[in-house]
DNA sequence: GTGAAAGCGCTAACAG
DNA sequence: CTGTTAGCGCTTTCAC
């Protein structure tokens, strides 16, 4: 048991106040006893209690942090930015997965409001009043990054202008038929539309508004687990060179290698868009185009967001897009 | 504000101590009360505020995990099985991240005893006795996995054996020639030896075993950060084919993108193996010779082993070997 | 400059 | 079965 303000009071003979003011650096005390306090602070291996101290002044310095997984580089990258960022003000990391269930995100949730984080970043699975409302319920600041909800502060890149954006550059490389590949969407609607699938639908939506715009455009949206071997049929069926684009590096990773094992060439006989520009793209060969988005600062972002909203100083905006970039690559 | 148990005891005319009673499961209640108070806490949307109770009942129900980053993919995978594996136990997990620094270990170490952490999983980057008394003086159990510190229980695989086992998979691939890769140990030395590579080094170690004892090999140790290039210049001054045998994926990704930069074909005029079986290895061609580490498997143990020493239940041994296994690959 | 006292919200031991 | 009381360790206000 390491030792007390208390322990220390008395060992120095002076009050718990007086211990206080020593070892918190405030002011109105004479630098002699506070000498003495430090001293027998350090000589007793003191160690401040930073539940006791939460309680009383009522900020636990530490924050909750909600993904699907860490599994997912995706959010481990992030969840390392954040915890680096967080550490640099103060603040501890509560990280915990919901292995995209909702019942546990709940729970979750309700437990890191039972710890009195101070904020929450998190990428919501969830989406609806009822959800928003007890997210609000828990009287937390909250910063989404990826899934939107409405009226929470948000961090990330603008994803409908990215999808557009990489149409287009999918288009200008060639391609007049554009397979969009998506398989989250498959889970729209299930459990009465409570699964939030944003992210992926503006990507959609900003692929859709590019290729409907363009009438030259063929295009399609594929949603089975099995795109793979959708994708291969689509490619035997047709003559015209379609060009996949992945909503998720993953997914490309996934069909580069569904399409290799299946005598298909990447990109002799279709090409391959992927998102996120993930780390572990140095290492797979052909290089995949992409969409390069900063996952760290993303993560910082959202952190300084979540510091602004617990400080009360300034109100951040609403929404806070950090650019992207697209990657060219060997795929198209 | 959420209402507090005091508010409820007000409100339904009882004491404090009842309504703990309610709200706990405690025994020594009318159901009809209990009843009551429940209801009232539900409609108030009571929330139970956790550092008043960490505070009195002297248990946070908080680990903490402390790793080098998140970015590599062993760690990350590690953190999701501890952290579903911990809340599973109704422990939330604080994950912080070192970037190998020795200074940020420590400090992070401080700030968690401080929020008084009921345990800690940690991989340390220090060794030596200094920082051994240290964390004992923290007073909370410890678990490592990877590195080891003696004295303090421990979760892994066999290094040692797993690469004596490796070294023999590659020799028995017809192999004469050998060389281990392993960077990191080029800190060796450093900083008075208070870098902690002792799974590094039982892999050398491992690897050493094999190859002495069997008198016709021959063998090396790679430790310069350029060891692709390195082991490029190996490969052209020799006619005898040679295995690199690399410490992580990591090591043996980089290495095969390195050879394959430079006209250098694996396995034709050159073998590699890796070791941990990272996730990634599925996209990447050709298929990496390796050792399977259950990282799940690790974090589940570690978790299982560290709540057994918060309890005092059991005490478990102090080292605890979770099996390997070599994983054949096109690369030898 | 320093001390005394009340309080953060919950728990636990004891008395009735 | 229920209430009272005394903490847990730190913070903060107010008086001296």
Chains 1, 2 share one sequence.
Request: charged residues 25%; proline residues 4%; glycine residues 6%.
């Amino acid at each position: 048991m390491p030792i007390t303000t208390k322990q220390i009071a008395e060992i120095c003979h002076v009050s718990r106040g007086t211990v206080d003011r020593a070892l918190n650096g405030r002011a109105g005390i004479s630098s002699k006893t506070r000498e003495l306090i430090e001293e027998t602070a350090r000589k007793y291996n003191y160690r401040p209690h930073l539940l006791a101290s939460s309680l009383s002044r009522g900020k636990s310095m530490s924050i909750g942090v909600v993904f699907f997984d860490l599994k997912n580089r995706f959010f481990s990258q992030m969840s390392n930015a954040i915890s680096l960022a967080a550490r640099s003000r103060g603040y501890f990391t509560y990280i915990a997965v919901t292995e995209k269930d909702i019942e546990s995100e709940k729970q979750i949730l309700h437990n890191l409001a039972s710890r009195r984080v101070d904020g929450l970043i998190m990428l919501p699975i969830t989406q609806g009043k009822d959800f928003i409302r007890e997210l609000k319920e828990l009287e937390i600041p909250v910063v989404t990054v990826g899934n939107q909800l409405p009226g929470i502060h948000h961090v990330s890149i603008d994803e409908f202008r990215a999808a557009y954006d990489s149409a287009h550059y999918i288009s200008s490389a060639g391609y007049r038929r554009i397979c969009f590949v998506c398989p989250p969407l498959r889970k729209k609607g299930f459990l009465d539309g409570r699964y939030n699938l944003t992210s992926q639908e503006q990507r959609v939506q900003g692929f859709l508004a590019y290729t409907k715009k363009n009438s030259g455009m063929k295009y399609k949206v594929l949603t089975e687990k099995d795109f793979g071997a959708a994708a291969a049929e689509m490619i035997r069926k047709s003559k015209e060179k379609t060009a996949f684009f992945c909503s998720s590096d993953i997914y490309a990773l996934d069909l580069l290698k569904y399409l290799g094992d299946h005598l298909i060439s990447v990109p002799e006989d279709a090409g391959i868009m992927g998102f996120d520009n993930l780390d572990i793209l140095t290492y797979i060969k052909p290089r995949l185009a992409t969409v390069s988005v900063s996952i760290d600062e993303v993560g910082k972002k959202a952190m300084e967001t979540l510091v602004d909203l617990i400080s009360g100083a300034k109100k951040p905006g609403h929404t806070c897009y950090v650019p992207y970039q697209i990657c060219p690559g060997e795929t198209l």
